[in-house]
């Protein structure tokens, strides 16, 4: 490679450029006179801009260093950013007025905490009335009763006693009890409820199913409810035998539209199953279902008014 010249790789290369082997001396710009030589003009402009690059490469490093160098500028103002650093961060520069009222504001908050912490600073009063109580409460025997004070735990037997009593308590809140239930669960005793029937209706159905081993019987109770007090207007009684099943029909009383109720009195409130319907025509002749009350459709019931 030829040498450059780092200050003016621009410049003339004249004998820097000059190859021996020609035998002559180069002319002022480098090349024979008679051009003897044959020059690579083009690997030459390369060179050359290689070599520039270095040099901007190396002036730009130059100014690197020098704007990162901490001691490079003016030391007026490097000295009094020092000063001011250093002001920022002391713990001790400012007003001493403000220093003064910190400083006063710790003490009192560092005392407080002092106050707070302090398992013997408060009322006397306080420390004496929760000194009697650990004293009370350390003295408790938990697991021997019969230390405890002999009217608490005799008041507390006999409400224990009133609660669970199923004899103690008001006659109606005992009865209203008694009536859910037997809601709840099965109850002998059943009831339609009331309904109303039109002229047209006259013959009333019921049937009884036994789904025991044994014989049971229902008793059916039908009430006419137009007139208060009412009265039982007519009774049917079933003799079912066991796993089979009774029915008959009956004139449903009285005449027009009316209310009416149809109780149902069964031996057994397991596995005895009531039905109801009402229909046109006279008993046991051809006639049209009007209402209808399916086993589930019966509501069961406590006890009968009378």
Known sequence: MHNWDD???????????????????????GFDSEDTCDFDQTALLLHKIIKALCILKREIAKCEEILCNPKFGLKEIKREVRNIERGVFS?????????????????????????????????????????????????????????????????????????????????????????????????????TGPFTVDCNEL?????????????????????NLTNCPTVAVSEVGLAVPACCSEDTEVAIPGSGQRNIEVRASRSSADGVLVYLATKTGMPFSAGSKVNEFKHAEWVPVATFCS
């Open 91 to 191: 713990p001790t520069f400012g007003l001493p007025e403000i220093k003064a009222e910190v400083s006063t504001v710790q003490t009192i908050v560092g005392g407080i905490m002092d106050m707070l912490d302090n398992p013997t600073f408060g009322l006397p009063e306080i420390k004496a009335e929760v000194s009697d109580i650990l004293a009370i409460v350390s003295n408790l025997n938990l697991d021997f009763p019969v230390t405890l004070l002999s009217d608490i735990k005799s008041e507390v037997s006999a409400i224990e006693a009133a609660v669970f009593s199923p004899t103690y308590g008001l006659p109606e809140i005992k009865a209203e009890v008694s009536q859910i239930l037997a809601n709840q669960s099965e109850s002998p005793l059943l009831t």
């Open 7 to 29: 200050d003016n790789p621009w410049g003339k290369w004249g004998k820097k450029c000059y190859d021996p082997g020609c035998g002559e001396e180069p002319g002022e710009d």
């Open 203 to 223: 013959t009333m159905l019921l049937k009884a199913l036994n789904n025991t081993a044994t014989p049971q019987s229902v008793t059916f109770v039908i009430r």
